[in-house]
Structures are given as C-alpha cells and as structure tokens.
C-alpha cells in the first residue's frame, strides 16, 4: 500500500492501480497478477457482496429520519454486522452505532426501556456526559422494511426536547408501524448549544435498540411417511407324514 501524497487525488481503478481513501488518506495499490479462489472463497465473496447490499439498503432506508454525522466507517461496520449476523438474521442489527464515537447508554444511568407495542419510557434521573449543552433532544425512530421486495412500508417518529438546566421528569415516546416487514427502532440523541446544535461526534448518538418482525424460523421438516407394511401371506398348514402300511413279510415262491 502506496500513500498518495499529490495536489491531485483520484479513486477508483486505472490501468492495474487502485485509488482509494482509507481512514482520511488517500492510498494505492496495485492489482494482483492472478486470482485464486476455491469454491469457499467464491462463497464468502458473494455472501459478502449480498451483506454489503442490504447494508446500503438500511443505510438508505433510515439515514432520511437520522439527524446526527455518522462516522467514517459506519459502511464497514454495519456490513461486518451482517456478516457476523449471518444470513436474513436481521435481529443482529441491535446494539449498532451509527456513530462509533458516543452510544445511547452514554447519556442515561437509568437505561430507556422500550414496550413491545412501541412504547419508550425514560425514568426521571440526572442525565449524563452532555458536555456544555443546554439542551437534549432524544427521537424515537421506526422504519419497517420489507427485505424480500427491498421497500420501506412505513415510519413514524417521535421526539421530546430536554431542558438540561432543570431537573429531568422522565419521558415517554410512541411510535406506531404496522405492516409486514422487519422493524428497526432507532434511537436519537443530540445536544444543543446556547447558539445552536453541537457537532461534537462525543455528544450525539443513534443506535438500533429493537428489532422486530420477520426473523429466521427453524426449518419444518417433511412428514415422514410410514412405510407400507408388506402383505403377510398366511401361514402354511401343517404337514404330516402318513405312516405307512404294516404289510407281511414277502415269501418268493419256489
């Protein structure tokens, strides 16, 4: 790997060269003479390439209702998401950061509890790690997404505003999607300065807390079919010699 230090930068592939920005420096390399792979390698480069789809996919679908920068590698973070989830186990996605740098459990010491019917309750406490911020404002996001058609059927959103300069009351929040399709519950944290919104990444969060709907299911074997009993063919009747005849002595006759 090769460091492109020129005034002019470029990605992409020219000639058997390789452009590309890695961790905010542009960088080269080149592009090998052959390539080998067994049928394992085929396999995880296209089960790699599905994951790195349906990533875009979710991006795409929440990213419109996400106020907050994600990171630099939130597209490499959530395809090894996937990756590791392992196939349509879109429960896996729960816990993911879209910025690495602050969580949702960052701000509460009491964590939010989430209902089943989409409910958000945040007990009165002191909230935490804000910084200079003035304000708070926390978004409950649902995006229901149906990953057989590649659509989003449906959203809905719901945000309170904290005054950070009183004490906290607790909060609830709702939300409401019905419809087929997976569910993804996304939780929103961003500060606000005396003159406006904070863009420090250490103070602004959005993480998957919930996911609901269609998941993988055990799959349901054929039923077994007994096997015809063979025609039993019935018993033979008993045999029995006939003893034989007492005859005479035979006498030659003279």
């Not at 708070?136 to 505003?161: C, P, Q, W, Y």
Request: charged share 25%; with cysteine; hydrophobic share 40%.
């Amino acid at each position: 790997m090769a460091i492109l230090n020129s005034v002019i930068t470029f990605s992409g592939k020219v000639g058997n060269l390789i452009a590309y920005k890695r961790n905010g420096k542009h960088c080269l390399r080149s592009m090998p003479e052959t390539v080998r792979q067994t049928a394992n390698t085929r396999k995880a480069a296209k089960w790699f390439g599905a994951a790195s789809r349906k990533g875009a996919f979710i991006r795409h679908a929440v990213a419109p209702d996400i106020d907050i920068l994600c990171d630099g590698d939130v597209v490499n973070r959530m395809n090894s998401t996937i990756v590791a989830a392992g196939r349509n186990n879109h429960a896996g996605l729960k816990g993911f950061r879209f910025n690495v740098h602050a969580g949702i459990e960052k701000f509460f010491g009491q964590q939010p509890v989430l209902t089943s019917d989409g409910k958000l309750h945040i007990a009165a406490q002191e909230l935490l790690n804000y910084g200079d911020a003035v304000r708070m404002e926390i978004k409950l996001i649902a995006t229901r997404i149906n990953f057989a058609t590649r659509t989003v059927t449906g959203m809905d959103a719901d945000v309170v505003h904290i005054d950070l300069e009183q004490p906290f009351d607790g909060a609830d929040l709702n939300v409401n999607v019905p419809g087929n399709g997976t569910l993804l519950i996304t939780l929103q944290v961003r500060t606000f300065l005396k003159d406006g919104i904070s863009y420090d990444r250490k103070y602004n969060a959005a993480d998957i807390i919930a996911v609901t709907g269609e998941q993988p299911q055990d799959a349901i074997l054929p039923k077994s079919h007994p096997r015809k009993k063979l025609m039993i063919l019935p018993p033979e009747p008993p045999y029995y010699n006939a003893p034989a005849k007492k005859t005479k002595d035979h006498i030659p006759r003279e």
